[in-house]
Nanobody, 130 residues
Framework: QVQLVESGGGVVQAGDSLRLSCAASARTFSNYGFGWFCQAPGGERKLVAAISWSGGSTFYSDSVKGGFTISIDNAKNTVYLQINNLKPEDPALYLC???????????????????????WGQGTQVTVSS
């Protein structure tokens, strides 16, 4: 199991940018994939973006391509989600999740399989004011 702690959320204005962080702790990360999800009040969790441990493979939801960038810093065991030009429909709880069953550190197919993410952080809230 991996422990995940998100940070970086807050209250921003429409058009602003934010960088969310997810600090991960585990004994080894070589077979992990990480994902960022968003959940609006009363809504379901939706996969925003995912990245392999090596950083060589990424996946983006069609609804966020161009406005979101996922990255990973292996030295800091931290996964980031850069959100640019925040819109009124973007506010939500953003959660980080991990999939420990990847066959390799650069395996792509599992990144968009939501059910495979078994470890979750508590989330960081993003609120957009107009």
């Amino acid at each position: 199991q991996v422990q995940l702690v998100e940070s970086g959320g807050g209250v921003v204005q429409a058009g602003d940018s934010l960088r969310l962080s997810c600090a991960a702790s585990a004994r080894t990360f070589s077979n992990y994939g990480f994902g960022w999800f968003c959940q609006a009040p009363g809504g379901e969790r939706k996969l925003v973006a995912a990245i392999s441990w090596s950083g060589g493979s990424t996946f983006y939801s069609d609804s966020v391509k161009g406005g979101f960038t996922i990255s990973i810093d292996n030295a800091k065991n931290t996964v980031y989600l850069q959100i640019n030009n925040l819109k009124p429909e973007d506010p939500a709880l953003y959660l980080c999740a991990a999939d420990s069953g990847s066959p390799s550190s650069d395996y792509a197919p599992r990144l968009q399989e939501i059910a495979l993410f078994e470890s979750w952080g508590q989330g960081t809230q993003v609120t957009v004011s107009s």
